[in-house]
């Protein structure tokens, strides 16, 4: 019998107010609003070093028909970025507080490297994180990549040819022992040729949005349904992905 | 040493910062965020090629007083204005992290 496949419009790379960068308007209910003008309706929250909104953003997406994949931008030691993706929302606090333990205990002025707002699901601000969660966790790239395995979940460099990304900053991708495929964020089209003829690799793109007119169509997935199951099989086929450039 | 005389006597270019009568004391060589952070001295010059924003975040929290990215490298927007906001100086140079740290010494900063 064949899959019924369904076609979602997927941004799986959004931070919300909680992020240094992000901008104070990236609440859930303006994000839930933009995000159904732009028809996109499987994505993920994906804070810097923290999974502190993703519930709210679960719950209020949510309403709107929106699925939320709850997330982390984990900044590593070698000053990588590495998306990683978890099961539930309960799962990624829990390495959110795990990964809280590796993250020196500096502040940074607010007003001049951005606020980084806790919000509820009415779009009010309820507290702020004083520790700065754009600096890296005490964390090796391949530590992070083992760590968030070890708690079920998927990981995906994030923007690797960026600053932060990982062919920026080291120069090559390294891969884990047993692996012969893994998947990476690439932020521009120019960048597909060079990517998509390493047979290695599962391509994706996302927004990375820290603004609401940053969010965008960048995807479109086919798949069963919107679980993390699902998710894990889009992230590891090439056939169930295209890629939207502008 | 004052930070005009080391730019003056090593070439290096001003990108942001209109104010150089800063003293300067020491240096640091790294592009690694959470090294510099640990391990960078008080009122001093850092050497890099990282241009990302955060690079002022390091700065303020270490005391940094200076960013100077090598290799011919350039400053993106966003962290040329962030800078102007914080008071950290930017400069740039074609020159090596090691080689511009041989004419800092030759310059006096030791």
């Known amino acids: ?246 | 040493m004052f930070l005009k005389d080391l730019v003056a006597n090593c070439g290096f270019n001003v990108v942001s910062g209109e104010n150089l009568e800063v003293e300067i004391k020491d240096g640091y060589v790294g592009d690694l965020l959470s090294d510099v952070m640990g391990n960078a001295p008080d009122e001093s010059i850092w050497l890099t090629v990282q241009s990302h924003v955060n690079i002022l975040a390091v700065a303020s929290i270490t005391g940094i007083k200076a960013i100077l990215l090598c290799n011919g490298l350039s400053y993106e927007e966003e962290t040329i204005e962030r800078a102007k906001e914080n008071g950290i100086i930017l400069l740039s140079t074609e020159k090596s992290s090691f080689r511009a740290c041989v004419d800092l010494f030759k310059a006096g900063l030791r």
């Open chain 1, 1 to 246: 019998m064949n899959q019924v496949l369904g076609e979602f419009y997927a941004d799986f790379h959004i931070h919300s107010c909680l992020s240094p960068c992000g901008e104070i308007t990236m609440t859930p209910g303006a994000v839930a609003e933009r995000l159904q003008e732009l028809g996109i309706d499987w994505v993920a929250i994906t804070d810097h070093n923290s999974a502190g909104n993703v519930r709210v953003f679960s719950e209020v997406l949510g309403k709107y028909g929106i699925v939320v994949i709850p997330g982390i931008e984990i900044h590593t030691l070698e000053d990588v970025h590495l998306l990683a993706f978890f099961k539930s929302v309960d799962i990624a606090e829990a390495y959110s507080d795990w990964l809280n333990n590796l993250i020196p205990n500096i502040s940074v002025d607010p007003e001049k490297f951005g606020y980084q707002l806790y919000v509820n699901d009415k779009d009010e601000f309820i507290a702020f994180e004083e520790k700065w969660l754009g600096q890296p966790a005490n964390l090796k790239l391949k530590e992070a990549i083992r760590s968030v395995i070890e708690f079920g979940g998927f990981y995906v460099y994030s923007h690797i040819e960026r600053k932060m990304g990982v062919i920026y900053q080291l120069g090559f991708i390294p891969m884990l022992e047993e692996n012969n495929r893994i998947t990476v964020e690439i932020s521009r089209k120019e960048s597909l040729k060079t990517y998509q003829a390493d047979k290695r690799l599962n391509l994706i793109h996302s927004s990375d949005a820290h603004a609401l007119q940053h969010l965008k169509p960048v995807m479109k997935v086919k798949a069963e349904g919107r679980n993390f199951n699902e998710f894990i099989k889009c992230m590891s086929d090439r056939k169930r992905v295209k890629l939207l450039w502008e």
